[in-house]
């Protein structure tokens, strides 16, 4: 019992150390937000915080854990329902959905400081989750010119470019809207690589 309690500290703990680091974006640049800013806001003591990150960067991208288990279930279920290659990019209207429920803080985010280290926490999320689900197909195609990493990074990468130009758009799209069209561009790919 003590444990659990215990983990729920933590967790309240990291949790109040985000949303503090968050709320002071909302407010001012990436870079001149200091450590004991984001402290004070959360009440939460110096030795605390460096118990559990290292620094205000590693801060940023602990609260992609809890989205990477969210995207990890959205690719699960779409492996149920459709056609073998298109469970690699199963996560795209999840992340969509996501970007979407949270635009007013990506779009603080983007073209800042911020953004360069968020944005390549999030790509490298989405390789290792679209690794998990394509080693297996490509084994089918040895033939194939592409290096697998190639391969994967093209599809990270795409998919982040897709999603900055969506959430900057003066006019974006709906999520079902921008995944339909990100789908359309990639699936051929994934067909000619994975089928």
Known sequence: MKATAEDRRIQ???KALREALISLMFE?????????EILDRANVGRSTFYAHYRDKDELLV???EELREQLRRAQQAAASSNRGYEKVIGFSLAMFEHAHGHRKLYRTLSGGPGWTIIRQGIEDMLVQLMKEEARPLLKQRASSEVSFELFIHFLGASFMSVLTWWFNSRQPLAPKEIDALYRDLVIPTLAAHLK
């Open 12 to 14: 309240k703990t990291q």
């Open 28 to 36: 001012k640049n990436y870079h001149s937000i200091v450590i004991q």
């Open 62 to 64: 602990s609260g992609l």
